[in-house]
């Protein structure tokens, strides 16, 4: 015990001086909330596994291979693996918007009605998954070390608010790299060891052991056969799909190359481990009884390594960190992401849209501390992980996912209809979930049509309702659709003319701060006024014009400089008299948008020196 405590808090102090190290990198929300759209492609893929590979995940797969047999990738490892890379495919479309989250695309997209409660329904989502991340840590110390939930629980509250709310998503980023190779290393390490313990003392071939699993046991449709399946792909891959975290690092890679890369990458490091679970349970199978309980079963990939060596509490005590590097990785990926929807898409956007810089970063920090609480809270009370990981998924299936589709890819989509598919999808599926767990008892025993919580409910419902109320409103303006669809776009574009000669250009552009990340070019400078401005009545002045918008609230406003968004100059906050203003444009554009960010600079002077 006393050997684990001590490499606990030396890993620990580690991941602070990480978080600390990227604080000090910090100059904006771009850094704190996406590491600044600095990140390659292998820390992409190692992210994005580790970010959807818990210590709960490696217990509750081998578990379900155990209990289910191999029928049961359907149900967690499958809809991983194929997620990931349907986001892939989806990345240069998510890449080339400039949102820091979700719910700020939807607002782009519909307006602000939407904001907020997309921003609660991810919110909600994200804590249930971290709950999984406590569970699962509370099995470790529990069958290591027979300590109590309640103190697993405070440790990762500790540990994740220590490192994460210093470094943000850089740090998250960084030590979701190390931890993926601890866990990625670890799980091999006990597949390997339970395929080639020997059975009950005496040798058996691998062969044998993969011959002696029940007929059953290789039926890939044990799960209520193709219908089944079908159903537990719709409950499950939407959810993953539409979930904010693996957004949040295709807008924190360096270009569209490193995103799909990255995602496809880590789709293949997630079937790798999950193959290790797999020939664990082969080996288990042999070692043990499996339990009819799924939440002992679960718990067999514990016991096995308690006996495989207990007398090494060295060895225990480092895979015991093992697991916590696991679910620290996914915990604080969760945490990070639901309180940057917190904070940015409802204390910015609705409570205080003039907040500064530091202002924001001091409240995303607070949030990420009681988003941890709270997931730890509630994992005192969830029988498995299992329940917990599909619960957030079929919310976030029912009432999220068709909302945001529709926004890339549905220019008659309205916010209207996403609005009604949200709540009355959302709302359906959780009150399904509810009476589930209170009055009707488990739905499938009804009909085999609703297993996952009748998520087919859910999706049904939030479809109809979307489609339906979309098609019966009037269509969206085109300043809404214009960052979405380029021939939108197009229309509103307001090129400027430069005299590279101009001394005032020239200045400008001495202090514009420059370096290329992938195949973008990053261009910052700092706007400062001649006296205090009033940032709510310059932005509402400066969209006035044909040339300005502010499609997410006046956080941020655009120059409508390309069809590419990410290249459009962009001025946020910076403080009392300063306005800082950003452009991303490719390599070939950046003569013309360092003239486009000098057209932006002089309309800001203007405004801010009348009446502002």
Not at 88 to 103: E, F, G, M
Not at 546 to 573: F, Q
Request: proline share 4%.
């Amino acid at each position: 015990m006393y050997t684990f405590l001590i490499l606990l808090v030396l890993y620990i102090a580690a991941l602070v001086a990480i978080g600390w190290h990227f604080a000090k990198k910090q100059r904006t929300m771009t850094d704190f909330w996406i590491a600044g759209r600095e990140i390659g492609t292998a820390n992409i893929g190692m992210s994005a596994a580790a970010s959807w590979l818990t210590a709960g995940a490696l217990f509750g797969v081998t578990g379900m291979f155990l209990s289910i047999g191999l029928g049961s990738i359907w149900i967690f490892v499958a809809p991983n693996i194929i997620a990931l890379a349907l986001i892939a495919v989806l990345v240069p479309r998510i890449k080339r918007l400039p949102s820091l989250t979700q719910p700020e695309l939807i607002e782009i997209r519909y307006g602000p009605v939407l904001r907020a409660p997309i921003a609660i329904a991810i919110a909600i989502v994200m804590i249930l998954f971290a709950v999984a991340d406590f569970k699962g840590f509370g099995y470790v110390l529990e069958v290591f070390y027979g300590i109590p939930p309640i103190y697993s629980a405070a440790i990762m509250i500790i540990a994740i608010s220590l490192y994460v709310t210093l470094g943000g998503l850089r740090a998250v980023i960084w030590t979701d790299t190390i931890q993926f190779i601890f866990l990625a290393a670890l799980a091999i390490m006990i597949g390997a060891l339970a395929l080639f313990t020997p059975a009950h003392g005496q040798d058996v071939s691998v062969s044998d052991l993969f011959g002696a699993m029940e007929p059953g046991f290789w039926n890939l449709f044990a799960l209520g056969g193709i219908v089944g399946v079908f159903i537990m792909q719709i409950a499950m891959l939407p959810g993953w799909v539409t979930e904010q975290d693996p957004w949040q690092r295709v807008w924190a890679a360096r270009d569209v190359k490193s995103a799909r890369s990255g995602m496809l990458i880590g789709s293949v490091l997630i079937a790798v481990v999950f193959g290790a679970c797999f020939l664990a349970a082969i080996g288990l199978h042999s070692l043990y009884e499996v339990p009819p309980d799924p939440h002992v079963a679960e718990q067999l990939y514990l016991i096995f390594i308690l006996d495989t060596f207990a007398a090494s509490p060295v060895v225990i005590a480092a895979i015991a960190i093992g697991f916590a590097a696991a679910s620290m990785s996914c915990a604080d990926t969760f945490a990070t992401s639901g309180a940057s929807c917190l904070s940015r898409d409802i204390y910015q956007r609705f409570i205080k849209p003039g907040a500064t810089m530091g202002e924001m970063r001091t409240i995303n920090r607070v949030l990420i501390v009681a988003m941890v609480i709270v997931s730890a809270a509630i994992s005192m009370h969830v029988e498995t992980i299992l329940d917990a990981v599909i619960m957030a998924t079929v919310i976030g299936t029912a009432s999220y996912f068709l909302p945001i589709m529709g926004a890339l890819f549905w220019r008659r989509a309205t916010a209207q209809g996403a609005l009604a598919g949200l709540v009355i999808g959302g709302g359906a599926q959780i009150a399904l979930i509810i009476a589930e767990a209170t009055y009707f008892g488990k739905l499938d025993d009804i009909s085999p049509l609703l297993i996952e919580h009748g998520v087919l409910i859910g999706v049904l419902l939030s479809a109809v309702t979307f489609v339906g109320v979309s098609l019966a409103t009037p269509k969206p303006d085109d300043r809404r659709l214009a960052p979405f669809f380029a021939d939108v776009a197009e229309r509103f574009l307001k090129k400027v003319s430069v005299d590279p000669g101009d001394p005032a250009y020239r200045r400008f552009k001495s202090g514009i701060d420059e370096y290329a990340s992938g195949e973008r070019v990053h261009l910052s400078a700092v706007i400062k006024t001649k006296s205090r401005f009033d940032w709510g009545k310059l932005v509402l002045k400066l969209t006035d014009t044909d040339a300005w918008i502010a499609p997410s609230g006046v956080e941020v406003a655009y120059r409508l400089s390309s069809t590419d968004m990410l290249a459009c100059p962009r001025i946020v906050h910076g403080g009392e008299d300063q306005v800082w203003i950003f452009a991303e444009p490719g390599a070939d554009q950046v003569d013309d948008i360092r003239a486009e960010m000098f057209a932006a600079y002089r309309e800001v002077l203007d405004v801010a020196s009348g009446s502002v």
